[in-house]
């Protein structure tokens, strides 16, 4: 039996009341691609896709974007200017 999967999109569609097909019809997204949007794990939204969407939900950018880059971190600084030392002879 396979695993039942929802991808962080996914988690925050579901939490809106709009249903996936009309999302599709909403913003021209196909309805077999929302649902991979939804549940495959492999499949990554567009910037273009998550606009559409937020258009459709009525809500900023920056909310979606917020919840689904939330545990994306920069680098540490010490390794943020880090550059390979020249020999010299």
Same mark, same amino acid.
């Given at each position: 039996?396979?695993?039942?999967?929802?991808?962080?999109?996914?988690?925050?569609?579901? =939490?809106?009341? #709009?249903?996936?097909?009309? +999302?599709? =019809?909403?913003?021209?997204? !196909?309805?077999? =691609?929302? !649902? =991979? +949007?939804? $549940?495959? #794990?492999?499949?990554?939204?567009?910037?273009?896709? $998550?606009?559409?969407?937020?258009?459709? +939900?009525? $809500? %900023?950018? %920056?909310?979606?974007?917020?919840? +689904?880059?939330?545990? &994306?971190? &920069?680098?540490?600084? !010490?390794?943020?200017? $880090?550059?390979? !030392?020249?020999?010299?002879?």
């Amino acid at each position: 039996m396979a695993k039942e999967t929802i991808t962080k999109l996914g988690l925050y569609l579901s =939490r809106k009341p #709009l249903s996936q097909a009309k +999302l599709a =019809r909403m913003t021209g997204i !196909s309805k077999d =691609r929302i !649902s =991979r +949007l939804h $549940v495959d #794990l492999t499949t990554k939204p567009t910037i273009d896709e $998550v606009y559409l969407i937020s258009l459709a +939900l009525e $809500v %900023n950018l %920056n909310e979606i974007a917020a919840f +689904l880059c939330k545990d &994306l971190k &920069l680098r540490p600084k !010490s390794e943020w200017d $880090v550059t390979p !030392s020249k020999k010299t002879k």
